[in-house]
């Protein structure tokens, strides 16, 4: 049963950094595509950040220069690291996984993934 567990939400101050962490079991693909979403409030869920199997990462435009997805594949671990943090980035933030072969690339469409975790809050108090 493929799990993902989310962590390194909290609460801070705007500017400051959090650096979110996802760490995948019981997935025996090779090659996975992941990705990072956010829902506020009374929002859609919207695409953060995504890493496809080769490394290569996409942004959504609120985040760009401030927000970099990495992966630990000995460690099966999705980063998100966040920086010079907005008060519009308070949201409670998931990651998600799927299959992809090499050569695919990951969109920022939560359709395209089929796991996904819990849930960690974000809060950024001006």
């Known amino acids: 049963q493929v799990q993902l567990l989310e962590s390194g939400g909290g609460s801070v101050q705007a500017g400051g950094a959090l650096r979110l962490s996802c760490a995948v079991s019981?997935?025996?693909?090779?090659?996975?595509?992941m990705g990072w979403f956010r829902q506020a409030p009374g929002k859609q869920r919207e695409g953060v950040a995504a890493?496809?199997?080769?490394?290569?990462?996409i942004y959504a435009d609120p985040v760009k220069g401030r927000f970099t997805t990495s992966k630990d594949n000995a460690k099966n671990t999705l980063y998100l690291q966040m920086n010079s943090l907005k008060p519009e980035d308070t949201a409670m933030y998931y990651c998600?996984?799927?299959?992809?072969?090499?050569?695919?690339?990951?969109?920022?469409?939560?359709?395209?993934?089929?796991?996904w975790g819990q849930g960690t809050q974000v809060t950024v108090s001006s």
């Open positions: 019981g997935y025996t693909y090779s090659t996975v595509c």
């Open positions: 998600a996984a799927v299959y992809c072969p090499r050569g695919q690339g990951a969109p920022l469409a939560a359709g395209f993934f089929g796991y």
């Open positions: 890493i496809d199997s080769d490394g290569d990462t």
